[in-house]
T-cell receptor
Framework: QKEVEQNSGPLSVPEGAIASLNCTYS??????FFWYRQYSGKSPELIMF????GDKEDGRFTAQLNKASQYVSLLIRDSQPSDSATYLC???????????FGIGTKLQVIP | DTAVSQTPKYLVTQMGNDKSIKCEQN?????MYWYKQDSKKFLKIMFS???????INETVPNRFSPKSPDKAHLNLHINSLELGDSAVYFC??????????????FGPGTRLTVL
């Protein structure tokens, strides 16, 4: 069973701080990694995609990938209350035509 | 312009009934999916179609039957509804079936409540 593990949280950070969200995966064949944000009662929306080891930055968001450790993370700098949501890590199933989602980490940014 | 649309948005029904959910995407994508998000918020794939062909069926009870009349539409019919079917069902589409093309575009979801 291919698994994607996340701490469900909640992770509470003060406004302006860096939020660090982590995800591990079991399939060494996985090549594509996604971070989705899901507000309560809404559908998931993509915020980051990464496939190479290292960091990828987009505005206040940085995705980090370490394939040797099977670990992918998302950093949110200068966290805002509007960032309060559940963040879902998704990993492709190495050769299969699908992604597997983690349980998601609920982030709360405290004003 | 709605990229992925679903109807209905809410569905409340009795155990044992049969119901359908419809999905349409106007993104020109080849692949469409059905996901189930349960009360614990776990998002689990149920089915995937690529150009009207079923490519993923994730051990879903055969009371669930997807149908794709064309690559822009994917419907889900559920027979003999059970209490455990209560969940939010999301339709999604992706441009391709690998790599960055696996980026999922989700519909707004259908909240199904079985009484």
């Amino acid at each position: 069973q291919k698994e994607v593990e996340q701490n469900s949280g909640p992770l509470s950070v003060p406004e302006g701080a860096i939020a660090s969200l982590n995800c591990t995966y079991s399939d060494r064949g996985s090549q594509s990694f996604f971070w989705y944000r899901q507000y309560s009662g809404k559908s998931p929306e993509l915020i980051m995609f990464i496939y190479s080891n290292g960091d990828k930055e987009d505005g206040r968001f940085t995705a980090q990938l370490n394939k040797a450790s099977q670990y992918v993370s998302l950093l949110i700098r200068d966290s805002q209350p509007s960032d309060s949501a559940t963040y879902l890590c998704a990993v492709d199933s190495g050769g299969y035509q699908k992604v597997t989602f983690g349980i998601g980490t609920k982030l709360q940014v405290i004003p | 312009d709605t990229a992925v649309s679903q109807t209905p948005k809410y569905l409340v029904t009795q155990m044992g009934n049969d119901k359908s959910i419809k999905c349409e995407q106007n993104l020109g994508h080849d692949t469409m999916y059905w996901y189930k998000q349960d009360s614990k918020k776990f998002l689990k794939i149920m089915f995937s179609y690529n150009n009207k062909e079923l490519i993923i069926n994730e051990t879903v009870p055969n009371r669930f039957s997807p149908k794709s009349p064309d690559k822009a539409h994917l419907n889900l019919h559920i027979n003999s509804l059970e209490l455990g079917d209560s969940a939010v069902y999301f339709c999604a589409s992706s441009q391709e079936s690998g790599g960055a093309g696996l980026q999922q575009f989700f519909g707004p979801g259908t909240r199904l409540t079985v009484l």
